[in-house]
């Protein structure tokens, strides 16, 4: 089988993402099937070394987008084009589209502002029905397989696959301070109004968090005004920002809470499924998918988005308690390992483009 994933993202770190493309490539070389990727520039030496290595092909969405009708026959070659992080419309999918007798598979783990109802017009939901009326789906989570059942009018041929983390990677320390007040408060996103990171920058002004340190790993547009708010509410000497970060891991064995203060529908929350897997207890917005990952109470604190004082006062609840940080970070790392290990989630991936594949054997072009 010839599979063409076409990704909206430049692997430019050694993250979660890129450790799927990678684990992609690897599983699906190993079974015999030939992978080229189209991301975007620029690629971490290392990620491109390593998909060379398993086999994998790699060129840019721009090589398509400049030369749409030979795109088309490009892609028109491979049994199955897999796309994510595109909306539904994006010209990448459009050609995918076009590019018959290719099966189209569209895994969507793009977060938004709206609800599961989603909040396009009904001409474009009109349009997406006809365009993905052959094409197969998946969703990041049960929240996202719902609104694609809601806004393309169907609930057959969608699947929920959960991301997945390498567990090899993302490991618990040795040993986690034991403190109460001296902790460290830590938050890795792109940093865009809709992550919240103002709101967690707000609640760390509580008397009872003077103690607790605060890293903001990521880079983003907000990034000045986060550190103009952060000064300006007095607590930037306790504030570090780190830039856009590699070395996630060994960040998350260093923290003692992850934050995840998201505003906007989560699709998934790939941030909080790592610090699971560093058995670091989560505090995060209860929307989106966010609480198929967080049970509250178990394997860490669901707060309303949005809401600097509810943040603070999971964080002083966690912060004079370490006993219930350990037994959250824990209970989050066991259900790490049951629902997102990147190696049953890349298999999974695989099959889908299999059973697909399978699906599409004798089909004639769609009128």
């Known amino acids: 089988m010839r599979i063409a994933v076409l990704i909206d993202l430049s692997p430019r770190k050694l993250g979660s993402l890129e450790d799927w493309l990678v684990a992609f490539a690897r599983v699906a070389n190993r079974a015999g099937h030939r992978v080229d990727i189209y991301g975007r520039e620029p690629i971490h030496g290392s990620i491109l070394d390593q998909l060379r290595?398993?086999?994998?092909?790699?060129?840019?969405?721009?090589?398509?987008?400049?030369?749409?009708?030979?795109?088309?026959?490009?892609?028109?070659?491979?049994?199955?084009?897999?796309?994510?992080?595109?909306?539904?419309?994006?010209?990448?999918?459009?050609?995918?589209?076009?590019?018959?007798?290719?099966?189209?598979?569209?895994?969507?783990?793009?977060?938004?502002?709206?609800?599961?109802?989603?909040?396009?017009?009904?001409?474009?939901?009109?349009?997406?029905?006809?365009?993905?009326?052959?094409?197969?789906l998946a969703g990041v989570s049960n929240y996202v397989r719902a609104r694609l059942a809601t806004r393309l009018g169907r609930g057959e041929r969608l699947r929920t696959i959960y991301h997945g983390v390498n567990l090899a990677r993302y490991v618990a320390p040795a040993n986690r301070r034991n403190s109460a007040g001296d902790v460290h408060i830590m938050t890795a996103a792109w940093l865009i109004p809709e992550k919240g990171v103002d709101h967690l920058i707000r609640a760390m002004r509580s008397p009872a968090l003077v103690g607790a340190r605060l890293s903001i790993a990521g880079d983003g547009p907000e990034l000045e005004s986060l550190k103009r708010l952060s000064h300006e509410l007095g607590v930037a000497e306790r504030t570090r920002f780190l830039g856009l970060r590699t070395d996630l891991n060994s960040l998350l064995q260093d923290a003692d809470i992850f934050v995840h203060p998201a505003v906007w529908q989560e699709a998934f929350g790939l941030a909080i499924a790592e610090a699971m897997a560093t058995a670091c207890p989560v505090v995060a917005s209860n929307i989106g998918a966010v609480p198929e990952l967080v049970v509250d109470g178990v394997t860490g604190l669901l707060v309303p988005p949005g809401d600097p004082l509810a943040i603070a006062a999971a964080l002083e609840r966690l912060t004079m308690d370490p006993e219930l940080r350990n037994r959250l970070g824990q209970s989050a790392r066991s259900r790490a390992e049951k629902m997102f290990d990147l190696e049953r989630c890349v298999e999974q991936h695989l099959e889908w483009c299999l059973s697909a594949q399978r699906a599409s054997s004798g089909r004639s072009r769609p009128l």
């Open 53 to 136: 290595a398993h086999g994998a092909g790699w060129d840019t969405i721009d090589s398509l987008a400049h030369r749409r009708g030979r795109a088309v026959l490009k892609l028109a070659r491979y049994d199955v084009v897999y796309a994510t992080l595109f909306g539904l419309r994006d010209l990448p999918l459009l050609l995918a589209y076009a590019a018959w007798p290719a099966r189209v598979l569209f895994f969507d783990q793009n977060s938004d502002a709206g609800g599961p109802t989603g909040s396009p017009s009904a001409v474009r939901r009109l349009i997406d029905r006809s365009l993905l009326r052959t094409s197969d």
